[in-house]
């Protein structure tokens, strides 16, 4: 008997456009011998089943059912195609639990503590992954710029905390530029982050669960027409995504072991994606992504498909290790 996935996608953040062409290159390539497949967006204002003639129904938030022509459809799973809040910050992982049903994203906590990068870094650090300098603010506190670029130095990065896709993210250069960076970051969220410039090659590398089996994914080099990996590097053709990225077998060794390490430090699930940098031989970490881009151009869907892994592969592996 075929089982009913819900595949959500929208979200609250600014990522929800990004979010919806993930969620429907998902409806796309999972298998429609294997499973019914139901694309329900999930929006600030409403909750809803959008059929492919764009027909609508309300999402019945109780038990997250839906009625199409007088049939109550329940769910099985849950793929999560969400970018941002509420489906990469632990909300709806939660909500997933209390009523009953498995979904293909890491658990709550996890997410939680990934889609926040100071908790994230701070977590890892005792176990020896490696990351920039950095300098916190919370809406509010004072700015010391003196400060700032006594700890961090400059060029730095100041970023939005709990933010993707680069949103709220500027290079600064100047003391001066300090301030107009802040309130930018402050636009996408009330925590900051501002991180020391590490001078290096770029890398993402996808780890995920396939078939049982905890997999590292062929690595890909980042190389940005712009200051840095921004919005329009990554979305408006302005980068290269070279895969597999041109690093040596030292570099390729040891970033492997640090992305394994901190999906399995963190008892991750799900698919997941970190970006390092490189000093030396040594990566340094920046972030962890686990609800990463799934469209055919994203980064994650490129490696898998180098490993061998197709599209329909990939999602449907999600699925079966979500319902295990």
Known sequence: MKKNIAIIMGGYSSEYKISLKSGNVVYKHLDKEKFNTYKIHILKDKWIYVSDSNEEALVNKEDFSIILKGEKINFDCVFNAIHGSPGEDGLLQAYFKLINIPQTSCDYYQAALTYNKRDLLSTLKPYGIKSAASYYLNLGDIINENLIVEKVGLPCFVKANKAGSSFGISKVYKKEELQNAIELAYKEDDEIIIEAFLEGTEVSIGVIKYKGETK?????????????????????????????????????????????????????????????????????????????????????????????????????????????
């Not at 080099?221 to 990996?229: K, L, M, Q």
């Not at 999906?263 to 962890?288: A, C, V």
């Open 216 to 324: 590292a994914l062929p690595i890909t080099e980042i190389v940005s027409e712009n200051d840095f990996f921004d919005y329009e590097a990554k979305y408006q053709g302005k980068s290269k995504e070279i895969t597999p990225a041109r690093i040596t077998p030292t570099q390729e060794k040891n970033v492997i072991e640090a992305a394994k390490k901190a999906y399995d430090i963190l008892k991750m699930k799900g698919y997941s994606r970190s970006e390092f940098i490189f000093i030396g031989d040594e990566p340094y970490m920046l972030e962890m992504n686990t609800t990463p881009g799934l469209t055919e151009e994203s980064i994650l869907p490129q490696q898998a498909s180098i490993a061998g892994i197709s599209l329909p592969e990939l999602f449907s592996s999600a699925i079966d290790e979500a319902l295990q």
